[in-house]
């Protein structure tokens, strides 16, 4: 659900953003995919299948990380949780700024457009507010 809402979240702004601009260049995780697909299935991913592949990987990815957290939010004072705020902030940076350029799946944020970059970091931060708001759903009427 947070993945979901943060892709929407990002399209509307990344849409607004004038300088937004990555149209030669293909999305982090549909590399990711198509490495995954080469190295595992010893198959090279088509246009269509890129097409499935890559928000498969970016939820799947949303939603295990997005798990992790409500396990071990679980475990912390609630009121050092922030909503969720630096949880999508550590995302941000953890996987966003360092593990995806390092992987050579995106430029450095140093190469990108500042107004694209503070879309993104939003995006993320958004996406930790819903995380928590899940975790806090969940835990409020599964938990009884």
Not at 72 to 86: E, H, S
């Amino acid at each position: 659900m947070a993945s979901l809402a943060m892709s929407e979240f990002y399209s509307v702004f990344a849409h607004n953003n004038e300088s937004h601009s990555q149209p030669s260049d293909e999305d982090s995780t549909v590399k990711m995919a198509s490495a995954i697909s080469q190295v595992i299935f010893r198959h090279r991913l088509t246009v269509a299948q890129k097409e499935m592949a890559g928000p498969a990987v970016h939820y799947a990815f949303g939603t295990t990380i997005g798990a992790l957290y409500g396990a071990v939010a679980d475990f912390q004072n609630p009121r050092r949780l922030g909503w969720g705020l630096p949880f999508g902030a550590a995302i941000w940076l953890g996987a966003h700024v360092i593990t995806v350029p390092a992987l050579g799946l995106s430029k450095p944020i140093t190469r990108v457009a500042p107004s694209t970059e503070a879309v993104e970091f939003c995006s993320h931060l958004f996406y930790g507010v819903v995380v928590d708001g899940v975790r806090r759903t969940l835990r409020k009427y599964l938990l009884r």
